[in-house]
């Protein structure tokens, strides 16, 4: 048998492939469309006309006001005092904001003297749960003394009273009594009382002459002639 021969294998000329890819080819650039000018000619935008200013700016319109009434004006004024009574209620000072809440009631605007009546029977509720222990003059002096400071005159003068009866001599009761009555516009019943602080004890005068208290007596000359007597001639001078 015949030997076959094999056939020898030539090397390819062609270049390996690489696995990178080709770019992709560029697409040609479209022209763009430049706009069609009109054939006919633009016509040309009117210039705006701006309002020439004045010289003199207008005058600003007249306001006119109105005069509050009478009724308008005290209407004001017990709203501010509502005002102060719920500011003293809640700053826990009871006994004065509650005499305050006491004049509202009468007001002749019903909304309002219905909510004083409101915050009355809350005071009146707040004062009921304290009790206070009262057995010497001088207890009932200081109890007073910081109920007339709340503005419960009428409640001062009944401590007052009662410490009177415990100590009828103490001129300071006296004083006490006559800056309570001078606080009510009670004239008469301050000077009595003031005249008995004085004639037990001369200094009370001269307290009596600084005393806020006693302004509501500045202008009665009663007071003044308590407060100042005439001093008494030299007797070389005739």
Do not use: W
């Not at 006001?65 to 005002?83: G, S, W």
């Not at 009662?162 to 019943?189: N, Q, S």
């Amino acid at each position: 048998m015949k030997k076959t021969k094999a056939k020898k294998t030539r090397p390819s000329l062609k270049k390996p492939q690489s696995n990178k890819k080709k770019p992709a080819a560029k697409r040609p650039a479209v022209p763009r469309k430049q706009p069609v000018k009109a054939s006919g000619r633009s016509r040309p935008r009117a210039a705006k006309v701006r309002p020439k200013k004045s010289s003199s700016s207008p005058a600003p319109p007249r306001v006119i006001t109105r005069k509050p009434t009478a009724e308008e004006i005290a209407h004001q004024h017990a709203m501010e005092r509502f005002e102060g009574a719920l500011q003293l209620f809640n700053q826990n000072r009871v006994a004065r904001a509650r005499g305050m809440f006491e004049r509202l009631m009468g007001n002749s605007s019903r909304e309002l003297a219905e909510r004083a009546g409101v915050y009355l029977r809350i005071c009146d509720q707040r004062l009921s749960h304290t009790t206070v222990q009262l057995k010497t003059a001088e207890d009932y002096y200081n109890y007073a003394v910081g109920l007339a400071n709340d503005g419960n005159a009428e409640e001062s003068e009944e401590c007052l009273q009662k410490a009177l009866k415990l100590a009828p001599k103490a001129d300071y009761l006296y004083y006490a009594l006559a800056t309570t009555y001078a606080l009510r516009d009670d004239v008469d019943g301050a000077l009595e009382y003031l005249l008995k602080a004085i004639d037990l004890n001369q200094r009370n005068r001269y307290q009596a002459q600084n005393d806020a208290d006693f302004g509501n007596l500045l202008e009665d000359p009663r007071f003044t002639e308590l407060l100042y007597p005439e001093k008494p001639l030299p007797k070389d001078i005739p």
